[in-house]
């Protein structure tokens, strides 16, 4: 399938182009730098042109992945373009005006399919990531589009426009808006936040964690969804309201009036119970790893980085509040705490099955006829670290006693010291070994 | 030790109560209600009485655990009934009304220990949390205190009522007030919120559970927070002055401006990439749980409550969002998944062991007589759910051929079922059953 990402040589757009090409999509980006894009297309190895005409012209499905500002222009310029027969998508933050611009635009025969993927291009894959779907007219795609991406295990929520832009505005309006008003406050009030998280809670350092999140997106794009979203004024008029007003309860020491806003807000929110519940578990979860690896200290112990996925297996030698130092034979290896995940001992058990080479060996036991050979090979099997084990022979013949068998069984180990564990458990048993 | 608690009926100072309880203090509480006081205290197993003077005056250690808006008087009530050589300790949110009323008031030869405990009563033990000190001068409980803290793993922070004042203004005073204005907010825009969750990436709803928990608090001890530290008026005026900054910005679509405001106080708060990382972890493993649970359907789990500590073991009937519902033997069991933790097959294991009533077997099995019959015996223990083996009697006598001998184990397992496994291995390796 022939796909164009317009837009496609960053951010969002670019992650899409990358997912679609692993999906054996033939996909083509635009973007406004050739030289960029170029250098981005090789390496993805897909195909780049600036010119957005001619990528719509040759594609199945049109993916607008421009900013918002210039995403009414965009349509625009390529709608004319479109294949009889094709998808049209954006993956705009803001659904009205988008929606409406393409069904206004996009030829007879072009299908159109407004979206919002609630994510950023840090996700690795789509399994529980919330889809939007924002359809005018359900088409022959339609279908298609929503079995693929609940075969990704997406989470698909089918709206219209309207309410999704209503939503957003307090999903993400509110929200990103009051964050990062705490941001610049804490800027302006010039604290020291380094400092500031030595005072605090495990909860205050997650809540602070999660205001830098926010104000470390995409300024261009906070400020597009601040601006493009109609309702969002609305929002910013009530939260100034209420903020005086409960302002106004503190300057004038209401506390009846204060306890009352804080006991109702707090009411209108959904089940805290089940709040306090999952804020817990996230505290616990981050506490947990810090606990198991300060308890690990001169241990093996194998860390994942989140972002690289890769995987660095060494003797903890220090820990700190921001980083963990592993020893791999003589080198060091330093890695920041807040970016690495701990392996469980069975994913560490796999990482050296894959990527240290097995050692092979052989030996044979002499055991009693109505010993097993089978079963006692599947028995080594279960020794960690002992990667395979098979039998290779039983012999009845004139070297071996009336009564008895010699088992030839060869296996493969991850480290030669496992050898002596393997030959102990058969003469545990009373085997002989030859 | 006898420790007295003032207002140690409810909230952190039941808390700080019911722990020094366990570490073998003599505990009195005091408080304003009779009949709840002594219910509890008698349920707690400790003294209660109404009369702080009366609880104060045979105290070798006094916590002052009420409301911030009554510290004041209390702490001129009790003092001149303390006793020469004791600790006077307060817990109250500001520190510096409480720690300057401390040392007036305070009679010769007491010490006085101004604290805040940055936690609240939900926390189970001291280990990781922050307890901050701001002694005026160091007397010879000082180290006493910092010892025993130290030895519970909590991690002390010594400064100035001033500096900590300041840093509480941002660190609760700024973050609880906006939190509480964005729910209000919500509330006033009649956001339908579980709906709004459908429409939410994970980082949302874990956002969203934040501020639930920040409004879900005690309103009297927030409304105290806001009033009685005289930094916070300042920092209201601040973010106000913020908030109408960037919502101009917003009004007259500055984004030059806009997009300034922001990457400046994204540079100002620290190590984003920390703060990233460390959210990113948060909302992994919330997601890894589900993710580990739908795989168990039909399997048997263990969960336990994260407030009442209860295991719950049985097979995973079924799961959506907010329950989860176990089957065991007969009866369904069903839970909130927002409060339960999934145990590990360690955990479950361990559980079993000490909980259900083990069955005891015995064995005998002829070998070659070079097998190793202690050896075999801690073999058996390594199969799951066996819990000991030992080995009861070895025996070379008329019945048995040469060359071999007869051995006889005794073996406890948590499940009858696992009889069949030991016999299964003591067989494979050419065993004979007796």
């Not at 219209?160 to 009030?189: K, N, W």
């Not at 597009?224 to 300057?251: A, C, G, M, P, W």
């Not at 920041?336 to 990482?351: H, M, Y």
Request: hydrophobic share 40%; charged share 25%; proline share 4%.
């Amino acid at each position: 399938m022939h796909v164009a990402v317009i837009g496609g040589t960053r951010g969002l757009g670019n992650w899409i182009a990358n997912f679609l090409k692993k999906k054996e999509c033939q996909v083509t980006i635009t973007g406004r730098n050739n030289l960029m894009g170029e250098a981005i297309a090789s390496k993805m190895k897909l195909s780049y042109t600036s010119d957005n005409v001619k990528a719509v012209s040759q594609a199945e499905v049109v993916v607008v992945a421009v900013p918002i500002e210039v995403t009414p222009q965009t349509i625009k310029e390529i709608a004319p373009h479109l294949q009889e027969g094709s998808l049209l998508v954006d993956v705009t933050s803001v659904k009205e005006v988008p929606a409406e611009i393409m069904l206004e635009h996009a030829p007879e025969g072009v299908e159109v399919l407004p979206t919002h993927p609630m994510f950023g291009p840090r996700i690795r894959s789509l399994e529980g990531q919330v889809i939007v779907l924002t359809p005018h007219i359900k088409g022959k795609w339609y279908p298609k589009v929503l079995k693929f991406l609940e075969s990704e295990q997406a989470r698909i929520l089918e709206t219209t426009p309207e309410i999704h832009d209503r939503m957003m505005s307090i999903v993400q309006g509110l929200t990103h808006f009051a964050y990062i008003c705490i941001a610049s406050t804490i800027e302006r009030m010039e604290v020291d936040i380094k400092e500031s998280r030595k005072f605090s809670s495990p909860i205050y350092n997650l809540m602070l964690d999660m205001i830098a999140r926010i104000v470390a997106q995409n300024p261009y794009l906070y400020y597009s969804i601040q601006t493009q979203n109609r309702y969002i004024h609305e929002v910013h008029e009530t939260f100034l309201e209420t903020f005086n007003h409960l302002k106004s309860l503190i300057d004038d020491e209401n506390q009846e009036g204060f306890v009352k806003a804080m006991s109702s807000a707090a009411k209108h929110l959904d089940d805290l119970e089940s709040a306090l519940g999952r804020s817990d578990k996230a505290i616990t979860a981050l506490n947990a790893e810090v606990t198991h690896l300060k308890e690990s200290i001169g241990q093996e112990v194998g860390l994942r980085h989140m972002y690289s996925q890769k995987i660095h297996i060494g003797v903890l030698e220090e820990l700190n509040p921001d980083f963990v130092m592993l020893k791999d034979r003589n080198k060091i290896i330093r890695l920041k705490l807040s970016n690495v995940e701990v392996l469980t001992a069975e994913e560490i058990r796999q990482w050296k099955t894959d990527n240290i080479p097995l050692k092979t060996f052989d030996v044979s036991v002499i055991f009693p006829e109505n010993s097993k050979p089978d079963l006692i090979a599947r028995n080594i099997e279960k020794i960690e670290g002992v990667v395979q084990a098979k039998v290779i022979d039983v012999y009845h013949g004139q070297q071996i006693p009336e009564g008895w068998i010699s088992i030839t069984i060869t296996y493969q180990v991850v480290d030669s010291e496992l050898r002596r564990e393997v030959e102990n458990i058969l003469t545990i048993f009373g085997g002989k070994i030859r």
